[in-house]
């Protein structure tokens, strides 16, 4: 049974090739024609509806403003100075920016950095310098609040804060320095650091990620300042 079906479809696909080879120029044209006019009449009369595709809106970040208030972020920084038994050695603000000083442990700049960096979706730590004063620090930052950033807050914002190591500046002598009862040439390296001559007094400490200052006087009073 298959097998006739199989021929009578061969035969009239046969004969349907023999009658177009033999159709004048006129008729081959109109059967080209013919699909695209079936097509045009089908789409005239049952048109495709066209679905409307929303596109999700990215809100532009980089030109959000912060809008709030300065005074509620230096009160909520006075809380946590307080709370903390931290010392204010200098608060204010201006356009965008807060100026924040304050006397620190080592223990508590981690504490301190973090809270400063989850003051908002604004906050951002610009600029910041320790200066070590007897037992403790002056942590000095600007606070910027020009952009706004994505955060997560569940996150913790750790940052690690290195120990540095001590260095005494006792004396100065053409290209040499004695660091730590340790003669040096300048130029050359401590701990990685590079030696660098200021002036008659003073020498940088210098790496890529920090550079510390060396003074000496007379009085052998000795002076590293971090930054």
Not at 75 to 85: F, R, W
Not at 102 to 129: A, G, P, R
């Amino acid at each position: 049974m298959l097998i006739a079906i199989y021929i009578g479809v061969f035969v009239m696909l046969k004969y349907i090739d023999s009658k177009f080879s033999n159709s004048s120029l006129k008729v081959k044209f109109e059967l080209y024609l013919l699909p695209l006019f079936l097509a045009y009449i089908f789409i005239y009369f049952f048109p495709i509806e066209n679905k409307k595709i929303k596109l999700i809106s990215i809100p532009q970040i980089e030109n959000v403003k912060f809008k709030g208030s300065y005074l509620d972020l230096i009160k909520s920084l006075e809380n946590y100075v307080k709370e903390n038994k931290l010392k204010v050695l200098n608060i204010k603000h201006t356009k965008e920016q807060i100026y924040f000083k304050v006397e620190i442990n080592m223990k508590d700049i981690n504490k301190l950095i973090h809270e400063i960096e989850n003051l908002n979706k604004f906050s951002n730590l610009s600029n910041v310098s320790f200066l070590r004063d007897k037992n403790s620090f002056i942590f000095d930052a600007i606070i910027d609040f020009k952009k706004y950033y994505i955060k997560n807050e569940k996150e913790k914002i750790v940052h690690k804060i290195a120990k540095t190591r001590k260095y005494k500046l006792k004396a100065i002598i053409d290209k040499y320095v004695l660091i730590n009862n340790k003669w040096l040439k300048t130029g050359s390296e401590i701990d990685g650091y590079k030696i660098k001559l200021l002036n008659k007094n003073t020498i940088l400490l210098d790496s890529k990620s920090k550079k510390i200052n060396l003074k000496i006087y007379k009085n052998e009073k000795y002076t590293q300042l971090q930054y």
